[in-house]
C-alpha cells in the first residue's frame, strides 16, 4: 500500500481526539491513524479533514464525523490478524473501505451511485489497497456471490435488519448498522449470527440508507 500518512502530527492528534471521546479499539485508531482522510474528499475540503467534521462527498452524500466512524467499525470487533471477510454496504468516496483494508483480510463494497464505486476504485488502485472488491448495486442485496461473510457493515441508517444480509453473515460473524426505533434516538446496533443483539451509543445520528441503484449518478 502506498505511504497514505499526509500529516502525522495533525493524524495523531486525530487519534488523540478520538480517545478523549471513549474510542478505545487500538487496530480502529492504528487504522485511522494511517488513512488519510483527506485523499477521500475534494481538495478544497483538505485542510478539515482532521477536524471532527462530517464532510460532504458527490451525489448528496457525506463522510461522518470521524469519531462516528471509529464507533462503527468498534461495533465490528474485529478479529485480529486481519482475518475478516467483510462486506461493506455504502463504499461512499472510498475512505470507509480503505480503513476496512486494514482492519480486515478482503472488503467487498457496494454503492447504489456509480460515480462514487468509480471513484473510489480509481483511489484504491492509486494508493494501491489491494484487498478490496467494489460494485455498483443496491447494498440491500448484498453480494451472496462472496458469502458467508465475517462481518457486515451498513454505513446509512435502516428501522429494520434486512434478512437478506443476515443470510450472508457467518455463524459467527456480526453485522453493524446504525439503527433507527420509533420514538428512540438512533442507535449502532450490532446482531450476530447466532442473533444475538446489542446497542451502541452514535454521537451523531446518520441519514437512511436507500434501497435500490441509482440510474442517474
Not at 50 to 56: K, R
Not at 150 to 176: C, F, N, Y
Not at 207 to 216: H, V, W
Amino acid at each position: 500500500m502506498a505511504d497514505l500518512i499526509a500529516d502525522p502530527f495533525r493524524a495523531a492528534r486525530l487519534v488523540l481526539l478520538l480517545r478523549r471521546q471513549g474510542i478505545r479499539d487500538d487496530g480502529v485508531l492504528s487504522a485511522m491513524e494511517t488513512i488519510d482522510r483527506g485523499v477521500f474528499v475534494e481538495p478544497g475540503l483538505s485542510e478539515l479533514a482532521y477536524e471532527d467534521t462530517a464532510l460532504p462527498i458527490p451525489c448528496g452524500q457525506m463522510i461522518p464525523k470521524p469519531v462516528v466512524v471509529a464507533q462503527l467499525l468498534g461495533a465490528l470487533k474485529a478479529t485480529p490478524g486481519k482475518e475478516d471477510r467483510i462486506l461493506l454496504i455504502g463504499a461512499g468516496s472510498g475512505y470507509m473501505l480503505a480503513l476496512l483494508a486494514q482492519i480486515g483480510r478482503h472488503v467487498w463494497a457496494i454503492d447504489r451511485y456509480q460515480k462514487l464505486v468509480t471513484d473510489a476504485r480509481a483511489r484504491m488502485l492509486e494508493l494501491k489497497v489491494e484487498n478490496v472488491t467494489l460494485k455498483h448495486g443496491d447494498g440491500l442485496d448484498g453480494w451472496p456471490e462472496h458469502k458467508p461473510f465475517d462481518r457486515i457493515l451498513l454505513t446509512g441508517a435502516v428501522s429494520g435488519i434486512p434478512e437478506g444480509l443476515l443470510g450472508q453473515l457467518a455463524k459467527d460473524g456480526a453485522l453493524v448498522t446504525p439503527f433507527n426505533e420509533t420514538g428512540k434516538d438512533q442507535v449502532i446496533r450490532r446482531v450476530t449470527g447466532k442473533g444475538e443483539q446489542s446497542d451502541f451509543q452514535i454521537l451523531e445520528p446518520l441519514p437512511l440508507l436507500r434501497a435500490g441503484k441509482s440510474a442517474a449518478l
